[in-house]
């Protein structure tokens, strides 16, 4: 299983721009990134997913470089409700059915 | 927009007795999970479900543990004599897809405390 490595806390402010960034240099050629998002007491929700180059949606934009050794989500303008932990998983190809979640990144907002 | 229901939120427990978490997934998904998260813990996978039989399960969902599907909307999470440590979060998941490229979808989560 490929290991993601990514920072356990991170400090912002509202209105600022957030990028989270995640290794994975064992990622495999079928693998995809995922980012989940955790707020207290609550299940993880799905943000984003990409197999490479840039993905954006409503919420969030991830971007894979060339290599896929890293991904970084990125965040605009947050406010005090992005304040959670921000989980990237690296699905499991060949079908597995399971989701493994490391730390996390616990990214507080501040006023 | 559709979504994961989980009953009871909180549920207290005597170690030793036998309980039953409860879930309805998203109506046309056909993968669920299980997964536990101890407080201030990570989030840990313990079974997948699908076609009516575990497809995948953990080194934690031992024989304490058990699934069911019992009818078409209701999948369940039994543990049959409560430990101290199974107090946890528990989130049953489901998502349309199994593999990679699937998104899944969390509910709440059941409280368990274990005293």
């Known amino acids: 299983l490929a290991k993601t490595t990514q920072p356990i806390s991170m400090d912002s402010y509202e209105g600022q721009e957030v990028n989270i960034t995640c290794s994975h240099n064992?990622?495999?050629?079928?693998?995809?990134i995922t980012w989940y998002q955790q707020f207290p007491s609550q299940g993880p929700r799905f943000i984003i997913q990409?197999?490479?180059t840039k993905v954006t949606n409503e919420v969030a934009s991830l971007f894979i470089p060339a290599d896929r050794k890293s991904s970084t989500l990125s965040l605009p303008r947050v406010s005090l409700s992005d304040t959670a932990v921000y989980y990237c998983?690296?699905?499991?190809?060949?079908?597995?059915?399971?989701?493994?979640f490391g730390a996390g990144t616990r990214l507080a907002v501040h006023p | 927009e559709p979504e994961v229901t989980q009953t009871p939120s909180h549920q207290v427990t005597q170690m030793g007795q036998e309980v039953i978490l409860r879930c309805v997934p998203i109506?046309?998904?056909?993968?669920f999970y299980w997964y536990r998260q101890i407080l201030g813990q990570k989030v840990e996978f313990l079974v997948s479900?699908?076609?009516?039989?575990?497809?995948?399960k953990s080194e934690i969902f031992d024989d304490q543990f058990s699934v069911e599907r019992p009818d078409g909307s209701n999948f369940t999470l039994k543990i049959r004599s409560t430990k101290l440590e199974d107090s946890a979060m528990y989130f049953c998941?489901?998502?349309?897809?199994?593999?990679?490229?699937?998104?899944?979808?969390f509910g709440q989560g059941t409280r368990l405390t274990v005293v």
């Open positions: 998983l690296v699905e499991v190809s060949g079908g597995y059915n399971k989701l493994i």
């Open positions: 990409g197999y490479k």
């Open positions: 998941a489901s998502s349309r897809l199994g593999g990679e490229n699937t998104e899944a979808f």
């Open positions: 109506s046309n998904h056909l993968y």
């Open positions: 479900f699908y076609n009516n039989e575990i497809s995948e």
């Open positions: 064992n990622i495999a050629t079928n693998d995809y």
